[in-house]
């Protein structure tokens, strides 16, 4: 399998190249990025054959067989369908888009072309959520309520690296994007209820810096979301399943009880790191002519509530 990275010296750029060093049979053959220097540079330090400054480039290449784009959100629609439509396999870093009609007319392509189309929800894939849903379809569990914290101290434009970025996030349809298409897949049901509460929009990104979700589905279970970007403290996103036969706290990779006791993982999947299993799915979909945990039409379901959501907030 040959990939090229798109967005490649950025903070899940790197994440996805460090996940695919893991992973037998797979050669980043590409990688772009919009500053020559930086990108020239990153592909010598990793040993990449090819580097451009646009997708477009990357795009035309023989030894380009699929696309990781780890690119800014603004971007992620246009050049999903531009890797579709040359005949490239794609994988779009969360969020799919920022609209619902972008992620309609993804799936549109997705349909149209017929190539894999996987959305970067790798919260699917965390051990620690991983082992959850094993004991929801083993039917050793059932969510009573998710409560879910999503905390940062971000009120400038930077990224996860605490460097700067040329683009602005996005609360909602970022970072509550993970929790709303979790809910519903450990759920198995699409909300039929989900509202919105937003505090003041910061003077000049003109995002909201806290915001409250709540959601429910069609058979009761609940789920209470808090997110900020004003958060002076730990950091990160925090995850408390509160079930009918125990409650679990959920850290990334990392899963504890309601006691604090954690939790083996050992033996849930081939790795720890949500990146490389969430990789390996991308590209054994690909290998295997499926669709992939995490197909574009899956996640579209997560894209309507968010658009729900988001117009409770007007």
């Known amino acids: 399998m040959r990939i090229c990275v798109a967005g490649a010296y950025g903070a899940f750029g790197v994440k996805h190249m460090d996940a695919l060093a893991e992973i037998d049979e797979v050669t980043v053959t590409s990688v772009m990025g919009p500053t020559a220097e930086k990108i020239e540079a990153f592909a010598k330090e990793r040993g990449v054959g090819h580097w451009a400054t646009t997708l477009e480039e990357c795009l035309e290449r023989d030894d380009v067989d699929a696309v990781i784009l780890a690119t800014p959100t603004q971007l992620h ?12 396999h794609t994988f779009i870093e969360i969020p799919m888009s ?3 009609e972008d992620a309609k007319r993804i799936c549109a392509v997705q349909e149209e072309t017929g190539m894999v189309c996987m959305a970067g929800q790798v919260r699917r894939f965390n051990p620690s959520h991983q082992w ?3 004991k929801i379809d083993a039917g050793e569990l059932k969510v009573q309520q998710m409560d879910v914290q999503t905390y940062f101290f971000r009120r400038s434009n930077i990224n996860a690296k605490g460097e700067a970025r040329s683009w602005t996030d996005h609360l909602l349809w970022h970072h509550a994007c993970h929790t709303v298409d979790l809910f519903q897949y450990q759920t198995g049901e699409v909300a039929s209820q989900a509202f919105g509460l937003e505090g003041p929009h910061h003077p000049e990104l003109g995002i909201a810096m ?3 979700i709540g959601m429910k589905v069609p058979s009761g279970a ?3 979301l808090s997110l900020s970007f004003n958060n002076d403290g730990p950091l990160g996103t925090f995850f408390r399943y509160i079930c009918d036969n125990g409650t679990y706290i959920a850290r990334y990779d990392d899963l504890y009880d309601g006691r604090e006791n954690q939790i083996d993982l050992s033996d849930v999947a081939v790795s720890s790191n949500g990146i490389e299993l969430i990789d390996r799915e991308f590209i054994a979909a690909i290998n295997e002519g499926r669709k992939p945990n995490g197909d574009c039409h899956e996640v579209l379901a997560a894209m309507e509530t968010l658009d729900r959501i988001e117009r409770s907030l007007a």
Request: glycine content about 4%; charged content about 25%; hydrophobic content about 40%.
């Open 132 to 134: 959850i849903k094993n």
């Open 210 to 212: 806290d915001m409250s």
């Open 98 to 100: 920022d609209s619902l």
């Open 77 to 88: 629609a246009e050049q999903a369908i531009a890797s579709m439509r040359a005949g490239k």
């Open 222 to 224: 609940i789920c209470t």
